[in-house]
């Protein structure tokens, strides 16, 4: 199943991690950034689900960060901030903004807006249906055919499947698809992916081709849009 991948962007320490033990608990992947640059590097070295953005920081303050975001993606987006003129708000939503929240605030509420939004953007809910090509994919059931065919996965080879059925189309690095399927604490390494990519391969058949091989990078499950 996937855990949406949550950005929390915020120069105070203590909140930060107060905020990430929260979306931990809701089995969130959680990536930390103390200030807008390194926010900015993360994002673009991994796909984001949500990213919680505090305003006042040093370096690239939040407007900055959500412009530099909104540029490339649509990806919602929560403000965090100690000024709640109005003013400020509509900058904010100007700027391509989901939601404003005004310090010092609940976190339990910062939780349950964040849960709105990933739900609103499809996030954190799951496709019931896949259907590409010869491919058919129930999740109610865990029941994958190729062909009409059933297909007998292991859990982890089903967990690649979706995960690539959910980013088709976009190059994903090993890195990336090692800590979705197996976390961050996984001691194992880059060949682990592959040798899975490869059993998955042979059990799709024709759909294998599907999957492609980025030399020196990692995957990406081509579909071709009508």
Known sequence: MHNPSV???????????????????????????????????????????????????????????????????????????????????????????DDYITKPFSVKELMARSKALLKRSGAASEEKQYQIDELRVDTDRHHVEVGGQVIDLTPKEYELLLLFLKNSNQAMERETILNKIWGYDYYGDDRTVDTHVKRLRHKLGDVSQKIRTLRGVGYIFEVTKE
């Open 7 to 97: 950005l929390v962007i915020e120069d105070e320490e203590k909140l930060r991690k107060l905020v990430a033990t929260y979306l931990k608990r809701e089995n969130y992947q959680v990536f930390e950034a103390a200030d807008g640059v390194e926010g900015i590097n993360l994002f673009e070295d991994h796909p984001m689900d949500l990213v919680i953005l505090d305003i006042m920081m040093p370096g690239y303050d939040g407007w900055t960060v959500c412009r530099r975001i909104r540029e490339e993606s649509q990806v919602p987006v929560i403000l965090l901030t100690a000024r709640s003129e109005e003013n400020d708000k509509l900058f904010g939503f100007e700027l391509g903004a």
